[in-house]
């Protein structure tokens, strides 16, 4: 049994491995014990392996769980819903696959099980900010898919400009299997856009019929800008035939949400959605766009970080938002819900959002939704009040389909309930706490949530030792006894 990391705040609210485990949204102890796993490749001295999504294997029910390994590989580690290790996958349970990656910032499965990477690279020999996006394809069991390339790999240049940063942050696939990516293409020294790719299910190549290969959406609120500013997708979502991306667009007060509506069969801006701002009020943009500012008091800096489909077929919005109260500014998590039109979806939370800060410097990476219509949101968070970078701990929180917190979600710290479940993995003695959360994955309404802990800092030439982290929370309180896996 891991020990408990004692966490002095009242809005922190974390449940050791050893207490009871019966509420949904505490750390399940049928897996591993107690409900934390790690895994740690260190192929080189850079020890950076940072996990980003859990994929649960059709055939056999295991979790592969999929991310970034330091010497610029794809990993891929096997466990069984145990939490044991399944060293049938692989060698001792893990590969790790060549790409040419620097990140890993999406990870999804297409509709014939074929596990699909997404980051972005450099060229070799390119200047240390040329990136381009990169997407990569494996089947369960970890081969690369060599219709794709021999690794599994395609490159994907854009270059607007010679030598522009282009990166990914996003990616789905549709039911032809299909790949769509959002992310950021580079204009100019001061002007980034979003940027939209579409490609063949067949070997990831891009469609000509979709904007000529590429799409590129501008926002350009900065008036004091005029040569453009920057625009940055975080999130993509397909419905039908519609394609949701979401991020952030820069204006002269900070940066606000900013959601686009085109087509997925052309990539086309979809003009019913908030065509003017009566039907999108406050909008900076119209016809396709809409942005959506908070004014909490703090720096205005505003971001959407990931996109869902909601009980009712409306669209979830989450990010993050400064505030400011008796001149503490921390960041908050934020929800909130769209039509099809881009006008707000009836009441929700408070009113038409629902935010919370649980402590300063919080991070959000993703949100999905449970079969019953309840919201899970998740990220990193500060261990302590004031605190920042390297002192952080993962967090999931609950709300309910119409966006309230559900505070018989988790356990509370010092005994109660909770909407808010903290999740912390050991570090070596006299070690900061410091996690990278990832993105989560419903299994039978279990609850898992990819991302890496530091073991060890400092290490010979700053390295910074980090490891795979695997939590799961339950969430299927009907079954009590573990026979299920």
């Not at 999130?235 to 667009?249: F, K």
Request: charged share 15%; proline share 3%; hydrophobic share 40%.
């Amino acid at each position: 049994m891991k020990p408990c990391h004692q966490l002095f705040a009242a809005a922190l609210l974390f449940v050791c491995a050893g207490a009871s485990l019966a509420r949904e949204g505490d750390l399940d102890a049928r897996f591993s014990s107690d409900g934390l796993q790690i895994v740690a490749y260190d192929l080189t001295t850079a020890k950076g392996d940072v996990a980003h999504r859990v994929v649960v294997d059709p055939r056999n029910g295991r979790y592969i769980v999929v991310g970034y390994v330091d010497s610029g590989a794809v990993g891929m580690a096997a466990f069984k819903p145990d939490g044991a290790a399944d060293t049938s996958f692989g060698v001792s349970g893990k590969i790790a696959r060549g790409a040419p990656l620097l990140a890993i910032t999406g990870v999804t499965v297409d509709t014939v099980n074929r596990i699909v990477v997404a980051g972005y690279g450099r060229k070799p020999g390119a200047a240390s900010l040329d990136f381009d996006p990169v997407v990569c394809r494996y089947n369960m069991s970890g081969f690369p898919d060599t219709n794709v390339s021999a690794d599994g790999c395609r490159v994907l240049p854009v270059d607007v400009i010679a030598g522009g940063t282009d990166t990914i942050s996003a990616v789905t696939t549709d039911g032809a299997g299909q790949i769509y990516l959002a992310g950021q293409a580079q204009l100019s020294a001061t002007d980034y856009d979003f940027l939209v790719l579409k490609l063949s299910g067949a070997d990831a190549t891009p469609l000509s019929t979709f904007s000529s290969g590429r799409r590129l959406i501008e926002f350009d609120l900065d008036a004091s800008n005029p040569g453009g500013d920057v625009d940055g997708a975080q999130a993509i979502l397909l419905q039908g035939t519609s394609l949701y991306v979401a991020g952030y667009a820069a204006d002269e007060a900070g940066t606000d949400f900013a959601i686009a509506k085109i087509s997925a069969l052309n990539g086309d801006d979809d003009l019913a959605f908030c065509p003017n701002n009566t039907v999108c009020s406050g909008t900076q943009r119209t016809q396709g766009k809409r942005t959506i500012g908070y004014n909490l008091g703090g720096g205005n800096d505003d971001r959407a970080r990931a996109l869902a489909t909601a009980a009712d077929g409306t669209v979830l919005i989450a990010g993050e938002v400064q505030r400011t109260v008796s001149g503490t500014t921390s960041n908050n998590y934020l929800v909130t819900r769209i039509g099809s039109t881009g006008a707000y979806a009836g009441t929700f939370g408070s009113g038409t959002s629902i935010y919370n800060a649980i402590l300063s410097d919080l991070q959000l990476t993703d949100m999905t939704v449970r079969g019953d219509g309840r919201i899970l949101i998740a990220g990193t968070t500060a261990s302590t009040p004031a605190a920042e970078n390297p002192n952080r701990v993962q967090w999931v929180a609950q709300l309910s389909s119409g966006g309230l917190p559900d505070s018989n979600f988790a356990g509370a710290l010092g005994g109660g309930t909770s909407s808010i479940s903290l999740i912390v993995f050991d570090s070596a003695s006299g070690q900061p706490l410091n996690h990278e959360a990832g993105r989560l994955t419903l299994d039978r309404g279990r609850i898992l949530l990819a991302g890496a802990r530091l073991w060890a800092q400092n290490l010979p030439g700053g390295v910074k030792d980090f490891d795979y982290s695997v939590a799961r929370l339950t969430g299927d309180s009907i079954f009590t006894d573990g026979m299920e896996f």
